[in-house]
């Protein structure tokens, strides 16, 4: 009975990973919006390998270089947008919960693919983001600030090799910001450890202002 079990489990993950794949366009770099200078734009187009949603539902069509009044909306910002400078290269996505003026409905970007076999750590730039991976909420620890977004990092070890959903989610009345995902092989920093680097940081600082003194 045992051999029978290690048997089918050794199936099941034959057929898991024959049926998954890495995840793609990570950096939204991928966009293929010639002909769309503003507006709606087909999802396939805008973010190629992701599914959007509102409320829930899977959308097909997302707003380019612009930002919506009430509604809830997924968005892709170029190099010409309205609302905000892309953090890295041409292309960000950026969420739209709606405002108390619209429906209340949350927005979210999903893609299905496997996490690297040495994954251990989730990072993303952006702004205060709702993620998970197959269903499970992941949690975000604060890497690092610059004057326009945030450097978020996640364990993803329990996950290495696993297929599933990556969804970033955002609910009514906020917005996220999305860019430059990534895998890596390093863990995520422990916050106790981000704190004594913070404090060397600051006391070398003040070291130096003091020699300049």
């Known amino acids: 009975m045992r051999n029978k079990t290690s048997l089918f ?6 057929i898991e990973t024959s049926f998954s794949q890495g995840f793609i366009n990570l ?3 991928s966009a293929d919006v010639s002909g769309f200078p503003t507006g709606w734009v087909p999802t ?7 599914i959007a949603y ?11 270089n612009t930002r919506p009044l009430d509604a809830a909306e997924v968005t892709l910002q170029g190099t010409n947008s309205d609302s905000l400078t892309p953090i890295k290269g041409k292309f960000t996505a ?5 405002s108390i003026f619209g429906p209340q409905q949350g927005a979210a970007i999903g893609q299905t693919g496997q996490i690297p076999l040495d994954a251990l750590s989730l990072t993303f730039w952006g702004y205060s983001s709702d993620v998970s991976f197959a269903g499970q909420a992941l949690s975000l620890v604060v890497l690092g600030t610059t004057p326009d977004y945030y450097i978020y990092g996640a364990d993803i070890s329990a996950f290495a090799g696993h297929a599933g959903q990556l969804l970033f989610t955002v609910p009514p009345n906020s917005l996220s ?6 895998f890596l092989s390093s863990p995520v920093p422990e916050p106790s450890t981000l704190a004594l680097v913070a404090l060397g940081g600051l006391l070398l600082g003040l070291r130096r202002l003091r020699k300049i003194a």
Not at 9 to 14: M, Q, T
Not at 94 to 98: A, I, P, R
């Open 9 to 14: 489990v050794a199936i099941l993950f034959v």
């Open 94 to 98: 950026m969420l739209f919960g709606s």
């Open 177 to 182: 910001i999305i860019d430059n995902i990534r």
């Open 54 to 64: 509102i409320g829930g539902s899977q959308v097909d069509e997302v707003v380019y």
């Open 44 to 50: 396939t187009n805008a973010i190629p390998g992701w």
């Open 27 to 29: 950096n939204f770099e």
